[in-house]
C-alpha cells in the first residue's frame, strides 16, 4: 500500500505511543495530495455510509454517488440495495452521472447503448454479433452493507469484512435500532476545515467548557467513560446532569423515549473515517463528512426519532448551536494549521495531541485514542486528542 504523502519524521511525534503523541503535522490539514490519498485510501479503500437506505431507494431504482474518489452505482431492486463500479464494461463510459438517480427497468448505458440487469447482469449489446459472449461483461460488484439502516459501501473492494470493520460498535448501537427510527430532520452544513479536524473535535470535551454553555448546563464535561473495544472505531459516554432527560436547552424531551436504552447516558461514536454517531434515550444523531478541499467539508447532520415524533425541534434546536459552536472552532484551527504550515521552517508545530499526558479529571472526561487501522490501510493519519488538563466548572447558562 502506497503511503500518505507526507514526510515519515514530520509523522514520527504524531505516531508516539498514545499518552505521548502528538497533532499530526499541518500539511495533513492543507495539502491537497494528502487529501487525494486520503479519498482513494481512507474513503474508497475502507467502508463509507453513503446514506439512509430508505433514502437512497426513493426517487428511482439507480443512484450513483461518488466514496473518495470513486464512483459507485446504487440499485435497488425490490428495495435490495446491491452496489456496483459506476462504469459501463463496454468502452467505460460512467452509467449515471454522480449525484442523479433513475428509474427504469435496466441500467442503461448512455455511450452505445449498453444495458444491465439491476444485478449487474448485462442484458443487451446492440449490434454486437451473435459470437459476442455478455455473460464475461456484467458489471463489477462491490461489498455493501445495510447496518442499522445505513447503506455502508467498499468502493474499492478490498476492505476487510464489514463485521470486523464495525467489531463491538454494533453492541452499543443495537439497543436503539436505528433500522426502526424515521429520519426527521437534516441539516447540510459546509464548515471551512479539514474533515479530520472536525472529526478529532467531535471526540474531545476539553473546549466544552469553554464553547458550548449550553452542552455543559445538560451534561458534565467531565463525565463517562471511554471504550477501547475491537473494531475501527472509537467513543465513549458522558452522563446527563440529574435534570436533564436528554441533550436539549432545558433537558427535557419532547420526544419518545427508546426502549432498553441506559437513560442516563449520551453515546459518542466515531466509526472510521467519517461518520460521527451519537445516540441519546430519545433519538439519535449523525454526522456524515465528506472532504470538498483540504480547507472545506460538507457535513450532513441527521436526527432519527420514533416514528410517532412530531416535532424533533428540540433536539435539532440545541444541536444546531451546538454545531456552529463546534465549526467556529474548527475554523480558527484550520487558519492555526495553515499559520503553521506557513510558518514550520521557523519551528512552529501543532500540539498535544491526547490529554493522557497532563493529568485529567480521574480519567473520566471523554477522550480520543487513535482509531483502529484497517486490515487494508496502514494508517500514517492517526488523528490524535488535544492536551488536558482540570477541566473547569462548566458555566451554565
Ligand atoms: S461505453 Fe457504455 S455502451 Fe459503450
Ligand atoms: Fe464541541
Given at each position: 500500500m502506497v503511503s500518505a504523502p507526507i514526510d515519515p519524521p514530520a509523522l514520527e511525534s504524531a505516531l508516539r505511543p498514545f499518552g505521548e503523541s502528538t497533532m499530526l503535522p499541518a500539511s495533513a490539514y492543507v495539502d491537497e495530495h494528502v487529501l487525494d490519498w486520503e479519498r482513494r485510501h481512507l474513503f474508497a479503500g475502507s467502508w463509507v455510509p453513503v446514506g439512509r437506505t430508505a433514502a437512497l431507494a426513493e426517487g428511482g431504482n439507480q443512484r450513483a454517488v461518488t466514496v473518495g474518489d470513486v464512483g459507485v452505482l446504487l440499485t435497488f431492486d425490490g428495495g435490495h440495495p446491491r452496489a456496483f463500479a459506476n462504469v459501463c464494461r463496454h468502452r467505460g463510459h460512467e452509467l449515471l452521472p454522480a449525484g442523479e438517480a433513475a428509474d427504469r427497468p435496466a441500467v442503461l448505458c448512455p455511450y452505445h447503448g449498453w444495458s444491465y440487469g439491476l444485478d449487474g447482469r448485462m442484458r443487451t449489446a446492440p449490434r454486437m454479433g451473435e459470437t459476442f459472449d455478455g455473460r464475461a461483461y456484467g458489471l463489477v460488484e462491490l461489498p455493501a452493507v445495510d447496518w442499522h439502516g445505513w447503506l455502508f459501501v467498499n468502493a474499492t473492494g478490498t476492505a476487510r469484512p464489514f463485521a470486523a470493520h464495525v467489531g463491538a460498535l454494533g453492541a452499543h448501537v443495537s439497543p436503539y435500532r436505528p433500522e426502526s427510527l424515521v429520519s426527521k430532520a437534516r441539516h447540510e452544513y459546509e464548515v471551512a476545515a479539514n474533515w479530520k479536524i472536525v472529526a478529532e473535535n467531535y471526540h474531545e470535551c476539553y473546549h466544552c467548557p469553554l464553547i458550548h454553555p449550553e452542552l455543559c448546563a445538560v451534561s458534565p464535561p467531565n463525565s463517562g467513560s471511554n471504550w477501547r473495544e475491537p473494531g475501527a472505531w472509537v467513543g465513549g459516554s458522558m452522563d446527563l446532569r440529574d435534570?436533564?432527560?436528554?441533550?436539549s436547552l432545558d433537558g427535557r424531551s419532547y420526544g419518545v423515549a427508546l426502549d432498553g436504552v441506559d437513560p442516563r447516558l449520551v453515546r459518542y461514536f466515531g466509526l472510521f473515517p467519517n461518520m460521527l454517531i451519537s445516540l441519546h434515550p430519545d433519538y439519535v444523531m449523525t454526522h456524515l463528512l465528506e472532504p470538498l478541499s483540504p480547507h472545506r467539508t460538507r457535513i450532513t447532520c441527521e436526527w432519527l426519532f420514533r416514528d410517532e415524533v412530531t416535532d424533533p425541534s428540540y433536539a435539532v434546536e440545541f444541536w444546531d448551536l451546538t454545531n456552529r459552536q463546534d465549526w467556529r472552532a474548527c475554523e480558527s484551527v484550520q487558519r492555526g494549521a495553515r499559520t503553521v504550515g506557513a510558518q514550520r521552517e521557523r519551528g512552529l508545530r501543532l500540539g498535544h495531541a491526547d490529554r493522557t499526558r497532563l493529568p485529567r479529571p480521574g480519567g473520566r472526561a471523554l477522550l480520543r485514542r487513535p482509531p483502529p487501522s484497517t486490515s487494508d490501510v496502514r494508517l500514517t493519519h492517526r488523528p490524535g486528542t488535544r492536551a488536558g488538563r482540570r477541566d473547569p466548572e462548566p458555566t451554565r447558562r
Open positions: 435534570h436533564a432527560s436528554t441533550m
